[in-house]
């Protein structure tokens, strides 16, 4: 158990919805970074957080925004959704900086029919 | 942006040593080298992480040499619950893109 818990673990919706996956990161841990990962795909970075604040952005859609609240807890929200978003959406924590350890949460699991 | 190549996928056999190595050529002189497992529909894990010649832990051991550009994870007498990808992951101007990963297969 890595301690960052993502929820839900599974989520089923239509083609045009909008969708809110949470993460909750290890106890202490200031930064949140949310990954998208298609079938038999790499890691695709999307955005980083550090105590609230926006400090890295990767690949992310304009379509897609997130935030990290003040108890540290993050919420990836993805909108107008096309079958090409279905995808295991990984959250990750770390203390501060982005060369230290990342903790994965279990994931996201997003199916867009 | 950083950068990093491993090869696309390993073959191994239970009991052998396996060296899994990675270029980051634009490495910078902070930079730390860090190591991830993933099993499928798990997020990654953390192995091993380094920042100059050799480091070693319960479950893997990292070399770098001298000029930082390559390193080498060393997983010691692999078993079949081994095969996964691994991922070298080397953050540049907070650049925290993974790069393909190597695939590695441990047969019996």
């Known amino acids: 158990d890595s301690g960052v818990t993502q929820t839900p673990k599974h989520l089923i919706t239509a083609t045009g919805q909008r969708v809110t996956l949470r993460c909750s990161p290890r106890s202490g841990d200031l930064s949140v970074y949310w990954y998208q990962q298609s079938l038999d795909q790499g890691l695709q970075f999307l955005i980083q957080y550090y105590n609230g604040e926006e400090r890295a952005k990767g690949n992310i859609l304009e379509r897609f925004s997130a935030q990290q609240f003040p108890d540290l807890h993050s919420e990836l929200n993805l909108s107008s959704l096309e079958l090409g978003d279905s995808a295991l959406y990984f959250c990750?924590?770390?203390?501060?900086?982005?060369?230290?350890?990342?903790?994965f949460g279990s994931g996201t699991q997003l199916s867009v029919l | 942006l950083a950068k990093t190549t491993q090869p696309i996928s390993m073959d191994s056999y239970e009991g052998q040593e396996v060296n899994i190595t990675c270029s980051h050529n634009n490495i910078a002189t902070n930079d730390y080298i860090t190591w991830y497992q993933q099993f499928p529909s798990q997020g990654p894990r953390f192995i091993i992480q380094g920042y100059k010649t050799k480091v070693t832990n319960e479950v893997a051991s990292l070399f770098i040499p001298a000029d930082r550009k390559s390193s080498t994870l060393s997983l010691p007498r692999v078993s079949l619950s081994d095969t996964a990808v691994y991922y070298c992951?080397?953050?540049?101007?907070?650049?925290?893109?993974f790069g393909a990963g190597t695939r590695l297969t441990v047969k019996p």
């Open positions: 992951l080397v953050v540049v101007d907070n650049d925290m893109r």
């Open positions: 990750a924590s770390s203390v501060g900086g982005a060369n230290e350890k990342l903790f």
